[in-house]
T-cell receptor, first 118, second 115 residues
Framework: AQKVTQAQTEISVVEKEDVTLDCVYETRDTTYYLFWYKQPPSGELVFLIRRNSFDEQNEISGRYSWNFQKSTSSFNFTITASQVVDSAVYFCALSGQVMNTGFQKLVFGTGTRLLVSP | DAGVIQSPRHEVTEMGQEVTLRCKPISGHNSLFWYRQTMMRGLELLIYFNNNVPIDDSGMPEDRFSAKMPNASFSTLKIQPSEPRDSAVYFC?????????????FGQGTRLTVV
């Protein structure tokens, strides 16, 4: 079975600090996908990134960067120079096989609440 | 593109009443998912449809919950009878293909309160 662990329940930082959100996953699939979603106070879930298991290159998008390490089954997310608008709950997710169907479904971690204060 | 549309946004109902949540997926998406979010259990997948057919309903809590997708542009999640422990935010999401090689797009959710 697939599992995603986000050990950090809540993180508080001051604006302009860098912050890393940890994500560790478990899967027996050889091909899988990893995702990060953001849930701001307004409640919607916003897609941030998708990464497949064959691509271990780190990715940077503006102040956001992601570090995928297959050897440690981790897919960590770093926000550089955090801003108040980054305050949200961040979810890591893993695609997992629906048994005997060939379809895949998303399994979410429990989320990390990030609070950025001015 | 209007995105995934859920209705109602908020629902307050009395225990024992029937509740129906509605979802219109993004046009052209062939996969639809219902999730439930609570503080205790986080985001749980309730049911997954592909081409209007339920693929995985192992997350549906019990027989009080049922979901239908009569066509590609509409799905419902029904709870009958509702109980206070069903209070949660229910999200609908759609995807152009499964959830593996492309992201799921979420609606804004329905906040259900059962009193």
């Amino acid at each position: 079975a697939q599992k995603v662990t986000q050990a950090q329940t809540e993180i508080s930082v001051v604006e302009k600090e860098d912050v890393t959100l940890d994500c560790v996953y478990e899967t027996r699939d050889t091909t899988y996908y990893l995702f990060w979603y953001k849930q701001p106070p307004s409640g919607e879930l916003v897609f941030l990134i998708r990464r497949n298991s064959f691509d271990e290159q780190n990715e940077i998008s503006g102040r956001y960067s992601w570090n995928f390490q297959k050897s440690t089954s981790s897919f960590n997310f770093t926000i550089t120079a955090s801003q108040v608008v980054d305050s949200a709950v961040y979810f890591c997710a893993l695609s997992g096989q629906v048994m005997n169907t060939g379809f895949q479904k998303l399994v979410f971690g429990t989320g990390t609440r990030l609070l950025v204060s001015p | 593109d209007a995105g995934v549309i859920q209705s109602p946004r908020h629902e307050v109902t009395e225990m024992g009443q029937e509740v129906t949540l509605r979802c219109k997926p993004i046009s052209g998406h062939n996969s639809l998912f219902w999730y439930r979010q609570t503080m205790m259990r986080g985001l749980e997948l309730l049911i997954y449809f592909n081409n209007n057919v339920p693929i995985d309903d192992s997350g549906m809590p019990e027989d009080r919950f049922s979901a239908k997708m009569p066509n590609a542009s509409f799905s419902t999640l029904k709870i009958q009878p509702s109980e206070p422990r069903d209070s949660a935010v229910y999200f609908c999401a759609s995807s152009p293909y499964g959830q593996g090689n492309t992201e799921a797009f979420f609606g804004q959710g329905t906040r259900l309160t059962v009193v």
